[in-house]
Nanobody, 122 residues
Framework: QVQLVESEGGLVQAGGSLRLSCAAS????????MGWFRRAPGKDPDVVAA????????YYADSVKGRFTTSRDNAKNTVYLQMNSLKPEDTAVYYC???????????????WGQGTQVTVSL
């Protein structure tokens, strides 16, 4: 079992920055790749970033490439999502997930954080 607890999101103006964290309660955290998903109103959730268990490989959706950075600290069982140059279209509920990576494809396990709202205003 993997329990994931996300930090609070928030309201930020366009162009601003926000960092999310996700703490995992599991003894083998480094065995899991971690992904960040977001669900915008009326849309299906999409993966926006993923990171391998070692942290050596990262993947990003085209919509956030160059603006978002994911990282992890395996000693702290925590993964981060640094979001810069935020846009109104980044408004969504963000979820962290534990899963695995095949090639460049992230496959989620059914371990999810509780979700946190990020709202970007004009």
């Amino acid at each position: 079992q993997v329990q994931l607890v996300e930090s609070e999101g928030g309201l930020v103006q366009a162009g601003g920055s926000l960092r999310l964290s996700c703490a995992a309660s599991v003894h083998t955290f480094s065995r899991y790749a971690m992904g960040w998903f977001r669900r915008a109103p009326g849309k299906d959730p999409d993966v926006v970033a993923a990171i391998s268990g070692s942290g050596g490989s990262t993947y990003y959706a085209d919509s956030v490439k160059g603006r978002f950075t994911t990282s992890r600290d395996n000693a702290k069982n925590t993964v981060y999502l640094q979001m810069n140059s935020l846009k109104p279209e980044d408004t969504a509920v963000y979820y962290c997930n534990a899963g695995r990576i095949f090639g460049s494809h992230y496959s989620p396990y059914d371990y999810w954080g509780q979700g946190t709202q990020v709202t970007v205003s004009l």
